[in-house]
């Protein structure tokens, strides 16, 4: 009896085991099946900023339309802004990317220092880094770039923190305020 209950035992501990055996094996299989998702890292580095009008009472910024509004009706406001281009120095493209996406002709009054995040688009995994300059309207006439911005606007220095859209670049307007005023 003791032969028959200690087989009975072994038998079940060897299914046990089995099973355990098979269902780790599946779990092996279905890992190493699973395809590794990688993001290619892309290092951007753009230079804009505030440009404050010729009487120093209003700061321009540049409205895109939200892409989670189903609507298609609410502004994100923001800091014009983009890339350097090869050749270029930070200056230079802020002034640049400031007169393409507004119209407006500025001149760089002074740093307002570096923004730096990550973001992900089309699958890629974005390294950011942002040189912002506080301007003076020098010329032109706000004409937004079709391509790129749905609006420009002027509005009171003292509403800029609260219109922009971006955290990094509320803070940075913020901590600014004494440079603007």
Known sequence: MRAAKK?????S???LDLNLHNAHTRRIRKHKSLKKTVCQRVDE??????VVDSTGTKGLLIGRIDAKDAKRERLLWSLPKGHIETGETPEEAAIREVKEETGIESQIDKSLGVIDFWFMAGGKRIHKTVH???????????APQVSEVDDVRWFPLEEIVEKLAYPDEKKLIARSKELIQ
Do not use: N, P
């Open 13 to 15: 501990a060897r299914a």
């Open 132 to 142: 912002h300059f506080l301007f003076k309207e020098t010329g032109g006439k706000i």
């Open 7 to 11: 087989l009975r035992r072994s038998e």
């Open 45 to 50: 580095v753009s230079a804009g900023g505030l």
